[in-house]
């Protein structure tokens, strides 16, 4: 009468990656919404790779859309200096 030896049989299986014991049919959705591979962890513009989607967001902001702005400022105004001072509260 070990009721682990029973659900242990066929209806539960291990993550392979994280080790966490689930059953079998919720396995897929675990492998889907944890280990997924789909989800976009590799930077478009710069190919570099991240460990989660939340540090690639990071990073796209702050390398990427700010450097973005830079350059948008600098295509309106004709160099850096004086986009700077455009930016500048008036004091
Ligand atoms: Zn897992
Ligand atoms: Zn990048």
């Known amino acids: 009468m070990n009721e682990f030896n029973v659900v242990s049989e066929n209806k539960w299986s291990r993550c392979k990656i994280c080790r966490l014991v689930i059953t079998a049919s919720n396995l897929w959705r675990h492998m889907r919404t944890q280990h997924s591979r789909l989800e976009p962890k590799r930077c478009e513009q710069c190919n570099k790779q991240f460990k989660n989607k939340y540090s690639l967001r ?3 902001r702050i390398t990427h ?3 973005q702005q830079r350059d948008d400022i600098g295509r309106l105004l004709p160099n850096e200096e004086s986009a700077i001072e455009a930016l500048a509260p008036c004091t």
């Open 58 to 60: 990071e990073h796209v």
């Open 65 to 67: 859309e700010l450097k």
